[in-house]
């Protein structure tokens, strides 16, 4: 008897396995009512995952939204993913940006960070080498704003945890293909 | 044309500019304005239904039997919730419905109004696309659109939630030519490329198979006739899904019948030994795949698809072809013609017919005849003889009897059977062959059902009998839920946990009582007569065909098995064969 190999499903039971892979999905939308929605639910009602969402309308005369989303899955469950998006009436187009070599992912965070003394020397200090702005400063606290890969934010904000670490506001990721075509 | 009207004005408008000349619904507080201007017009005809859900069914059936698009309207809140089912259905087997629900006016969404629901969220999920309209400006457009999204594509159903205040709400109606769809534009021609690849394959095959889907009929006529000449040029044989039957004749040689779990011997072993597999408007559905990392391992496959999600969704394949069947047949015609190549394959398929016919001499559709019991499989197979001649259209429910008519019930033509697929949905039949019966008022319309489906919908009857329609019921009455019952006895050590059907009406007093004409027959000899006395009479009739109560429908794929682990009809303990990790799949 064969042991019994589980089917290439694109759906989450093959999630967890070693080929997952994470991309980052821009998706061109009209901006009506409802569209986050229909793409939020597509989401939960296949089952796929969302590891991070940001939507926002770009061009205002035509109403044209622009949701990037981070996923991960199989590259099988990815490509369902795609067709799947582009199956919703609203959506103008769906482009695999993992796919496109040299594509840029931004992130931005606000940090607030509590303390005094050394703490506060240091807190500046690091932000310095991250070029992390302040944004707010209280006698007792900063706010830092902080651009850069999500990678750069993670590592800034574990620094920020022994020094006072209060809380932290993310956008998620937006994303854009290099060079001088849109996508 | 433009012109000034109320929005329940242009809904009707629109329904005619449309071509829509029958509609089904139920109206309610929120809908009135739309009732009120059909009240003051002829060209759309209104069925009243008794149920929502029967309002979505016919418009199923009248568009799976018209290739048109099915008309719903329906109130708000319970209207539209009833409709869900129906919804589901038609967005699972790619049926073109739009559904036209009332809502609370727009001042009192949200507030939850009497009888309010959040229609476009409750059918985001169940809809191809939905809108809310809330501004009067938006509604010709929108209803325009709503028909071009349902027919494009891959069909579907589309609802269009209008607060009772747009209703009321005086604006410019502009009829249909003026609008097109920003976004959404199909693609029908498939690529160039991929079409000489499959050519390339084709003429390389030794073991090829055809496995044609629903896809061909949603294309239209013209699909079903281009593929009966592909299949004759290239000498290929063929088999379909449950949603395809009819596209091509049951008659023709080169058809092996169903395919999937309950399909035959030799559709799903020509499936599983098969070199290649070229998949035409249909989706590698569980129940047509079985295992699936043991589904026809030897095999290139070709998919052609109008969804490009649809390829590698379940199955990953070798080709993806992404247009419209009718499309891509003809190319293929056309390639297949001008490589001159076509003669030649006859013989090399020889082999493979060959083996084929060793399937087919299992004659795996078989079953024990009875001279005091009526079988099932028997039933339906008087039913299709005495009906064949005619201009039938078939219906059904869901269950063994589903199964038994699309084994033993031969379609010639498309759009003659229709059937809930995808759903699964029981009470699906009644309401469909009214839809049906809508749409070819002379034609002899017979819903194949079973007594616990038909029961789900029962309501029906009396839109049957209002509107004269001379729809056939023909039970097959097993009292069980048969294949509820039949995974028990497989799989559950018989303990037939809730399928029995207890208190059964007496169907002839029933159809009686809905003026309708009732008849029962229990002996295998009269069931000739009975039949001929169904069709005979001119208006609605439920046949009560009480069945032999034990009847399994085989053969079978158990679940969790692949093709070529068929069990057929006399197998001693079924379940044994499914395996625990069967037995959780469905």
Same mark, same amino acid.
């Given at each position: 008897?064969?042991t019994a190999?589980?089917p290439?499903s694109?759906?989450s039971?093959a999630?967890?396995k070693?080929?997952?892979?994470?991309? #980052?999905l821009s998706v061109?939308v009209d901006?009506?009512?409802g569209?986050l929605a229909?793409?939020v639910g597509l989401f939960?009602?296949?089952?796929?995952n969302i590891?991070?969402?940001?939507v926002?309308? =770009?061009v205002?005369e035509?109403?044209l939204s622009?949701?990037?989303i981070?996923?991960s899955?199989?590259?099988?469950?990815?490509e369902?993913?795609?067709h799947?998006?582009?199956r919703?009436?609203? *959506?103008?187009?769906?482009i695999?940006?993992?796919?496109?070599?040299?594509?840029?992912?931004r992130?931005?965070?606000?940090?607030?960070?509590?303390?005094?003394?050394d703490?506060? =020397?240091?807190?500046?200090?690091l932000?310095?080498?991250?070029r992390?702005?302040?944004?707010?400063a209280?006698i007792e606290s900063?706010i830092?704003e902080?651009?850069?890969?999500?990678d750069k934010?993670d590592q800034?904000?574990?620094l920020m945890?022994? *020094?006072?670490l209060v809380?932290v506001?993310?956008?998620?990721?937006?994303?854009?293909s290099?060079?001088p075509?849109?996508i | 044309?433009?012109?000034?009207m109320t929005?329940?004005e242009?809904?009707?408008?629109?329904?005619?500019d449309?071509?829509?000349?029958?509609?089904?619904?139920y109206?309610?507080g929120?809908v009135?304005p739309?009732?009120?201007?059909?009240?003051h017009q002829?060209?759309?005809?209104?069925?009243?239904?008794?149920?929502?859900?029967?309002?979505?069914h016919?418009?199923? !059936?009248?568009?799976?039997s018209?290739?048109?698009?099915g008309?719903?309207?329906v109130t708000s809140?319970?209207?539209?919730?009833?409709a869900i089912?129906?919804?589901?259905?038609? /967005?699972?087997?790619?049926i073109?419905i739009?559904c036209?629900?009332g809502?609370v006016?727009?001042h009192?969404?949200?507030?939850?109004a009497f009888?309010?629901c959040?229609?476009?969220?409750i059918t985001?999920?169940?809809?191809?696309?939905?809108?809310?309209v809330?501004?009067?400006?938006?509604l +010709?457009?929108?209803l325009?659109?709503?028909?071009?999204?349902?027919?494009?594509?891959?069909?579907?159903?589309v609802?269009?939630?209008?607060?009772?205040?747009?209703q009321?709400?005086t604006?410019?109606?502009?009829g249909?030519?003026?609008v097109?769809?920003?976004t959404y534009?199909p693609?029908?021609?498939a690529?160039?490329?991929? /079409?000489k690849?499959?050519?390339?394959?084709?003429?390389k095959?030794?073991r090829?198979?055809?496995?044609?889907?629903?896809?061909?009929?949603?294309?239209g006529r013209?699909a079903?006739?281009l593929l009966?000449?592909l299949v004759?040029?290239t000498?290929?044989?063929i088999?379909s899904?449950?949603?395809?039957?009819g596209?091509?004749?049951a008659?023709?040689k080169?058809w092996?019948?169903?395919?999937?779990?309950?399909?035959?011997?030799e559709?799903n072993n020509?499936?599983?030994?098969?070199d290649l597999?070229i998949?035409?408007?249909?989706?590698?559905d569980?129940r047509i795949?079985?295992r699936?990392?043991?589904?026809s391992p030897?095999?290139?496959?070709?998919?052609v698809?109008i969804?490009p999600?649809?390829?590698n969704?379940?199955v990953?394949?070798?080709?993806?072809i992404i247009?419209d069947?009718a499309?891509?047949?003809?190319?293929l015609?056309?390639?297949?013609?001008?490589?001159?190549a076509?003669a030649?394959?006859r013989?090399?398929?020889?082999?493979?017919?060959q083996?084929?016919e060793?399937?087919?001499?299992?004659?795996s559709?078989?079953?024990r005849?009875?001279? #005091?019991l009526?079988?099932?499989?028997?039933a339906v197979q008087?039913?299709?003889?005495?009906?064949?001649?005619r201009?039938?259209y078939?219906?059904?429910?869901?269950?063994?009897?589903?199964m038994?008519a699309?084994q033993?019930?031969h379609?010639?033509? +498309?759009?003659?059977w229709?059937?809930?697929g995808?759903?699964?949905t029981?009470?699906?039949?009644?309401?469909?062959?009214?839809g049906?019966?809508?749409?070819? +008022?002379k034609?002899?319309v017979?819903d194949?059902?079973?007594?616990?489906s038909?029961?789900?919908?029962m309501?029906?009857m009396?839109?049957a009998?209002?509107y004269?329609?001379?729809v056939k019921?023909?039970?097959l009455?097993n009292?069980?839920?048969?294949?509820v019952?039949?995974?028990?006895e497989l799989l559950?050590?018989g303990r037939?946990?809730?399928?029995y059907?207890?208190?059964l009406?007496?169907f002839v007093?029933l159809?009686?009582?809905? !003026?309708a004409?009732g008849?029962?027959?229990? /002996?295998?000899?009269?069931?000739?007569?009975?039949?001929?006395?169904?069709?005979?009479?001119?208006?609605?009739?439920i046949?009560?065909c009480i069945?032999?109560?034990?009847?399994n429908c085989?053969p079978?794929?158990p679940?969790?098995k692949a093709h070529n682990?068929m *069990?057929?009809?006399?197998?001693?303990?079924?379940g044994s064969?499914i395996?625990?990790?069967?037995?959780m799949l469905?």
């Amino acid at each position: 008897m064969t042991t019994a190999v589980s089917p290439p499903s694109p759906y989450s039971s093959a999630l967890g396995k070693p080929n997952i892979e994470v991309h #980052t999905l821009s998706v061109l939308v009209d901006n009506e009512p409802g569209v986050l929605a229909r793409v939020v639910g597509l989401f939960s009602g296949r089952g796929y995952n969302i590891e991070s969402l940001t939507v926002a309308e =770009v061009v205002h005369e035509t109403h044209l939204s622009r949701i990037t989303i981070v996923t991960s899955g199989t590259p099988e469950a990815i490509e369902q993913i795609r067709h799947q998006l582009e199956r919703l009436v609203p *959506i103008h187009k769906v482009i695999d940006l993992t796919l496109i070599e040299r594509a840029i992912e931004r992130e931005l965070a606000m940090i607030k960070v509590r303390g005094k003394g050394d703490h506060r =020397v240091e807190a500046l200090r690091l932000a310095d080498a991250f070029r992390a702005r302040v944004i707010d400063a209280t006698i007792e606290s900063f706010i830092f704003e902080l651009t850069g890969t999500s990678d750069k934010i993670d590592q800034f904000v574990e620094l920020m945890r022994p *020094i006072g670490l209060v809380e932290v506001s993310r956008t998620g990721i937006a994303a854009i293909s290099r060079g001088p075509d849109a996508i | 044309m433009t012109k000034q009207m109320t929005g329940a004005e242009m809904v009707v408008q629109a329904l005619k500019d449309q071509g829509v000349e029958t509609l089904f619904g139920y109206p309610g507080g929120a809908v009135l304005p739309i009732y009120d201007a059909i009240f003051h017009q002829n060209s759309v005809r209104h069925v009243l239904v008794r149920h929502e859900q029967g309002a979505a069914h016919a418009a199923e !059936g009248f568009a799976r039997s018209t290739g048109r698009v099915g008309v719903l309207l329906v109130t708000s809140g319970p209207g539209a919730t009833n409709a869900i089912t129906g919804l589901t259905d038609a /967005l699972m087997d790619s049926i073109p419905i739009v559904c036209i629900t009332g809502q609370v006016p727009t001042h009192l969404i949200g507030s939850d109004a009497f009888q309010e629901c959040d229609t476009v969220g409750i059918t985001r999920h169940c809809t191809k696309h939905n809108y809310l309209v809330k501004r009067i400006e938006d509604l +010709p457009r929108i209803l325009h659109e709503a028909f071009y999204v349902a027919s494009s594509g891959r069909p579907g159903p589309v609802v269009i939630d209008i607060p009772k205040d747009v209703q009321f709400a005086t604006g410019t109606y502009s009829g249909p030519r003026n609008v097109q769809h920003k976004t959404y534009r199909p693609q029908l021609k498939a690529e160039a490329g991929k /079409l000489k690849q499959a050519l390339d394959m084709m003429l390389k095959a030794r073991r090829p198979v055809f496995y044609t889907g629903g896809g061909v009929i949603n294309s239209g006529r013209v699909a079903a006739t281009l593929l009966r000449e592909l299949v004759q040029l290239t000498g290929f044989p063929i088999t379909s899904t449950l949603m395809g039957l009819g596209a091509f004749p049951a008659s023709g040689k080169q058809w092996l019948g169903m395919l999937g779990m309950h399909g035959t011997f030799e559709a799903n072993n020509a499936m599983h030994d098969c070199d290649l597999m070229i998949a035409v408007g249909a989706r590698f559905d569980d129940r047509i795949t079985g295992r699936l990392d043991a589904f026809s391992p030897g095999s290139r496959k070709i998919h052609v698809d109008i969804d490009p999600s649809s390829i590698n969704k379940n199955v990953k394949v070798d080709l993806g072809i992404i247009g419209d069947c009718a499309h891509v047949l003809e190319d293929l015609i056309a390639l297949w013609r001008s490589s001159g190549a076509a003669a030649a394959q006859r013989p090399v398929l020889t082999p493979w017919w060959q083996q084929i016919e060793t399937w087919r001499s299992v004659k795996s559709l078989s079953f024990r005849a009875s001279e #005091t019991l009526i079988k099932p499989q028997y039933a339906v197979q008087r039913l299709y003889e005495l009906t064949k001649s005619r201009d039938t259209y078939i219906t059904t429910e869901v269950g063994q009897h589903q199964m038994w008519a699309a084994q033993h019930y031969h379609f010639e033509e +498309p759009n003659r059977w229709m059937t809930s697929g995808g759903l699964g949905t029981m009470g699906y039949g009644l309401p469909a062959a009214i839809g049906v019966q809508m749409a070819h +008022p002379k034609a002899l319309v017979v819903d194949i059902a079973g007594e616990a489906s038909i029961l789900m919908n029962m309501q029906e009857m009396s839109t049957a009998v209002q509107y004269r329609l001379p729809v056939k019921i023909f039970i097959l009455n097993n009292e069980y839920m048969g294949m509820v019952r039949q995974w028990q006895e497989l799989l559950h050590g018989g303990r037939y946990s809730e399928s029995y059907s207890e208190a059964l009406p007496d169907f002839v007093k029933l159809a009686e009582a809905y !003026g309708a004409h009732g008849i029962r027959c229990t /002996l295998p000899g009269d069931l000739d007569a009975a039949i001929m006395e169904m069709i005979e009479t001119p208006k609605a009739v439920i046949f009560d065909c009480i069945v032999d109560k034990t009847e399994n429908c085989f053969p079978m794929i158990p679940s969790g098995k692949a093709h070529n682990e068929m *069990i057929l009809g006399d197998a001693a303990d079924v379940g044994s064969v499914i395996d625990e990790k069967g037995k959780m799949l469905v």
